[in-house]
């Protein structure tokens, strides 16, 4: 029996590893081709965009979500006071517990967006849309709500406890 060359077997084996190789590539290219945002990088009057990953209190710290594009985003537990929310598009964005005092939601698309437990005291809500948002629990205190049609959202009149209000 004649014995194979190491060349041989060398071969044999840059060609498995070039098939396993090929058989990945579109996964790859998928990585690596994909944008990338860094929020450090984005000047704080840029118009970010956001859809549908879960943000911290740093990715968000310093950044106008003015005109941004925040559908489906996770902007749970944060603090938000004061943020200008202006023209944004927030549908079924998730800001459930976050503390948005004083936040302009003015004219920013609010359809669908959790705002359970948030903190709402002073915000600006006008010409903003709310149908089938959810206010429940939501501290809505002193909030402006001028010219928004608020028949179709949830819980938006109820005011609850002042502890929403209150970050340890």
């Known amino acids: 029996m ?4 190491p060349w041989l077997w060398g071969l044999g084996a840059l060609l498995v590893i070039a098939a396993i190789a090929a058989t ?9 081709s994909r ?14 965009t956001f859809s549908g990953p879960h943000y911290t209190q740093v990715t968000v710290a310093g950044l106008n979500f003015a005109h941004a594009d ?5 902007l749970a ?18 800001f459930a517990g976050s503390l948005l005092n004083g936040a302009n ?14 903190c ?3 915000a600006i809500l006008t010409r903003a849309r709310v149908a089938g948002a959810d206010f429940t629990g939501a501290d809505v205190t002193d909030a402006t709500v001028t010219h928004t049609a608020t028949d179709k959202a949830i819980g938006l009149s109820s005011i609850s406890s002042p502890s929403v209000c209150r970050r340890s």
């Open 120 to 122: 709402l005291r002073g």
């Open 24 to 32: 990945q590539v579109p996964r790859l290219s998928a990585i690596f």
């Open 105 to 118: 939601f003015s004219h920013a698309d609010l359809r669908g967006a959790n705002l359970r437990g948030t």
């Open 70 to 74: 925040l559908r489906g985003a996770l």
């Open 35 to 48: 944008p990338r945002h860094n929020p450090s990088l984005a000047s704080p009057t840029s118009a970010p």
């Open 77 to 94: 537990h944060l603090d938000l006071r004061g943020k200008d929310f202006l023209h944004a598009d927030a549908a079924g964005t998730v």
């Open 2 to 5: 004649k014995r194979l060359s």
